[in-house]
């Protein structure tokens, strides 16, 4: 006969974390067996967004923001298995999802896979053993956002301009370490995702070059503030998802891409394996896919973004703000985010806090 | 006579159980749990000492809470020195009727929220800021200065809030204290300055290191107006435990950092302890 025992501390800290997660799940709006539990980024919380959908299917939608892979993972790790129906995800990372059991199948024969982008799908991190776990929703790019009233668009040509004296406290930077790094990587001439551990040296100079050059290094609101209010004229990392949505108060901010290339980020939709309303579920991401759905979800209050999907019906005038019509060639010039494995993510970030650090 | 000796003794403790319940809840149990946390590996989950070292092994970590000692260590000066007079001159200079209004108009900024304090200081200290527009337009500086973005409006951000803070622990000292010892100090020759270094100095500092330990305990560990005010040019402990947490998910190490923070909060508390003691009535 065998008896486990479990260790009191782990009982303990279980314990607490299933009740963090009841609070949390509390906090996503009181959640009902019938209702749909989403964890999401924020552009996924916009009522136009949702109300459509709750509409026509009689159901709530229960969301619940995160940022960050790791901080969704651990709201996901306190739950209990069924508490949560779908989820949104970098794209890079839903092989850590997968990594965890966390994941569904998805049919891809339910899913308009034909009208996407052929060069967003992720395949590589969104399908394995020939499943397929993750869908693109949206993307964009981490390259430069700018103001062209203050800088000379020409400049922003080239990713050298970004540790040019010319430019000396104009720049901010994006507060996020992979794509800034893959940035840096373009810069000097690396493919994103040939980056090993012998690169981050070179990688750390061209950071600490960018660095000596900005005036701050923002998250999302800080540096979209910073480029909106003129307090810099350049950011490092922005691109549509800055610049887009604030096109109509401000139609002097663009972004370029420029011949070194740019930085492809992505999101996908995953829905989980233990998820008690799976029908639903997949009418969310059958939804969120539609043409409809990709529309409002390209144009969020919260930021605007490329759909995956090209038949997505935005106006004539959003299709120019988000520069629809030039994606094939941003496309091909755009190389996806770093991918390191834990031990070389850890060295990343270890690299991006000394920068931050650095005087 | 037992009866009433037990009941004696159980009305204390049924009182104090709502607030032992709830410090053990929500305090003793996840200091526990962060405590487990910070002793296992992120991958695998095995026992390691290691998040621990690389604090002490990390330059840029060991940096972090330089950085926050040093913040807090100018913030916490600059505001006693500002909030002593303010506090005097209320409790002092004001008459007794207006004390109560110009009380509450000196902690009206706490009514709103801290964020959108933080943000506030972000657009008065800009490029194209209140400030730099004001030296500008008196011809005083061709070019803005940077004030946003630098630690200097970090410090700025929290000595606004904790001028407040502190003047409410002192004004409340300060009218506690008998005019008689003034007096007796004038009987005995004493000018006003000296009656103010020898007498009322020393009978105030228990308000001021109450204020002072508030100040360190909550500035040390402030993640939002640094990361709104300071412009990420340099990072604090607090920001430095969130990096963990965003994308990699490393509660281990993040928890580990937290503990240390809460090590030097301790030591805080200790060196203040002789003015922290609750005096019985």
């Known amino acids: 006969m065998t008896v486990n025992v479990r260790n009191p501390l782990s009982t303990l800290r279980s314990g607490l974390g299933a009740a963090f997660a009841a609070v949390a799940l509390l906090a996503a709006g009181g959640a009902q067996a019938a209702d749909l539990n989403a964890l999401i980024w924020c552009d996924h919380s916009d009522p136009a967004l949702l109300q459509p959908f709750e509409e026509a299917n009689n159901v709530k939608v229960n969301v619940k923001e995160f940022e960050g892979t790791g901080a969704g993972l651990a709201i996901v790790d306190q739950?209990?298995?069924?508490?949560?129906?779908?989820?949104?995800?970098?794209?890079?990372?839903?092989?850590?999802?997968?990594?965890?059991?966390?994941?569904?199948?998805?049919?891809?024969?339910?899913?308009?896979f034909a009208d996407l982008f052929p060069e967003v799908t992720m395949d590589k991190s969104t399908v394995v053993?020939?499943?397929?776990?993750?869908?693109?929703?949206?993307?964009?790019?981490?390259?430069?956002?700018?103001?062209?009233?203050?800088?000379?668009?020409?400049?922003?040509?080239?990713?050298?301009?970004?540790?040019?004296?010319?430019?000396?406290?104009?720049?901010?930077?994006?507060?996020?370490?992979?794509?800034?790094?893959?940035?840096?990587?373009?810069?000097?001439?690396?493919?994103?995702?040939?980056?090993?551990?012998?690169?981050?040296?070179?990688?750390?100079?061209?950071?600490?070059?960018?660095?000596?050059?900005?005036?701050?290094?923002?998250?999302?609101?800080?540096?979209?503030?910073?480029?909106?209010?003129?307090?810099?004229?350049?950011?490092?990392?922005?691109?549509?998802?800055?610049?887009?949505?604030?096109?109509?108060?401000?139609?002097?901010?663009?972004?370029?891409?420029?011949?070194?290339?740019?930085?492809?980020?992505?999101?996908?939709?995953?829905?989980?394996?233990?998820?008690?309303?799976?029908?639903?579920?997949?009418?969310?991401?059958?939804?969120?896919?539609?043409?409809?759905?990709?529309a409002r979800l390209a144009t969020s209050a919260c930021y605007w973004g490329m759909p995956s999907n090209k038949k997505a019906t935005l106006t004539d005038e959003q299709k120019k703000i988000l520069r629809f019509d030039e994606q094939p060639g941003f496309l091909a010039r755009a190389q996806a985010y770093p991918a390191p494995n834990a031990d070389l993510d850890k060295k990343m970030q270890d690299m991006w806090t000394e920068m931050l650090q650095a005087q | 006579m037992s009866v009433a000796g037990t009941n004696g003794r159980a009305l204390p403790w049924a009182l104090v159980t709502p607030a032992l319940a709830w410090t053990l809840l929500f305090f003793v149990l996840p200091f526990i749990a962060m405590g487990l946390s910070s002793l296992t590996a992120h991958e695998?989950?095995?026992?390691?000492?290691?998040?621990?070292?690389?604090?002490?092994?990390?330059?840029?970590?060991?940096?972090?809470?330089?950085?926050?000692?040093?913040?807090?260590?100018?913030?916490?000066?600059?505001?006693?020195?500002?909030?002593?007079?303010?506090?005097?001159?209320?409790?002092?200079?004001v008459p007794e009727r207006w004390q109560r209004l110009a009380l509450m108009l000196a902690v009206l900024p706490f009514w709103t929220s801290y964020v959108v304090r933080s943000y506030s200081w972000l657009l008065v200290l800009a490029q194209n800021g209140v400030i730099n527009r004001a030296l500008t337009s008196a011809g005083l500086i061709a070019e803005p200065l940077q004030l946003a973005n630098t630690r200097l409006a970090t410090v700025t951000g929290f000595v606004h809030f904790f001028v407040m803070l502190l003047t409410l622990t002192i004004f409340a000292n300060l009218k506690q204290l008998s005019p008689s010892y003034r007096k007796a100090a004038a009987d005995l020759?004493?000018?006003?300055?000296?009656?103010?270094?020898?007498?009322?100095?020393?009978?105030?500092?228990?308000?001021?290191?109450?204020?002072?330990?508030?100040?360190?305990?909550?500035?040390?560990?402030?993640?939002?107006?640094?990361?709104?005010?300071?412009?990420?040019?340099?990072?604090?402990?607090?920001?430095?435990?969130?990096?963990?947490?965003?994308?990699?998910?490393?509660?281990?190490?993040?928890?580990?950092l937290s503990i240390i923070l809460m090590a030097v909060v301790t030591v805080a508390y200790l060196a203040c302890a002789r003015w922290l003691k609750i005096e019985r009535a």
């Open chain 1, 79 to 112: 739950s209990q298995p069924g508490d949560w129906d779908v989820m949104v995800i970098d794209s890079i990372d839903v092989p850590r999802g997968i990594e965890k059991g966390l994941f569904e199948p998805l049919p891809e024969d339910k899913l308009p």
């Open chain 1, 129 to 294: 053993d020939g499943k397929r776990y993750g869908i693109t929703e949206k993307f964009g790019y981490n390259t430069i956002g700018f103001n062209k009233s203050k800088v000379d668009p020409a400049d922003m040509q080239s990713l050298a301009s970004l540790t040019s004296d010319k430019y000396k406290g104009k720049i901010a930077i994006y507060d996020y370490y992979l794509p800034v790094i893959g940035m840096a990587a373009l810069a000097i001439g690396k493919k994103t995702a040939d980056l090993t551990e012998a690169d981050l040296p070179a990688l750390k100079a061209e950071l600490l070059k960018m660095k000596a050059n900005a005036k701050l290094v923002g998250e999302v609101t800080a540096s979209q503030t910073a480029l909106a209010t003129g307090e810099v004229d350049i950011l490092v990392g922005g691109g549509e998802w800055v610049t887009a949505g604030l096109a109509k108060e401000n139609p002097a901010l663009d972004f370029s891409i420029p011949k070194e290339g740019a930085v492809l980020w992505s999101q996908s939709l995953a829905m989980f394996k233990d998820s008690k309303n799976k029908d639903m579920a997949l009418k969310f991401i059958q939804y969120i896919l539609s043409p409809e759905g990709q």
């Open chain 2, 44 to 93: 695998g989950g095995a026992l390691t000492l290691a998040n621990y070292s690389q604090f002490f092994t990390n330059p840029s970590y060991w940096r972090a809470m330089v950085n926050s000692l040093e913040v807090t260590a100018t913030v916490t000066v600059i505001s006693i020195v500002l909030a002593y007079p303010f506090a005097w001159i209320l409790a002092e200079q």
């Open chain 2, 189 to 256: 020759g004493a000018g006003p300055v000296r009656t103010f270094l020898h007498v009322v100095l020393p009978l105030t500092l228990p308000g001021i290191m109450v204020g002072a330990f508030l100040t360190v305990v909550l500035c040390i560990g402030d993640y939002i107006t640094p990361q709104i005010l300071g412009g990420n040019n340099e990072l604090v402990m607090p920001q430095l435990v969130m990096m963990q947490i965003g994308r990699r998910g490393d509660f281990p190490l993040a928890s580990a």
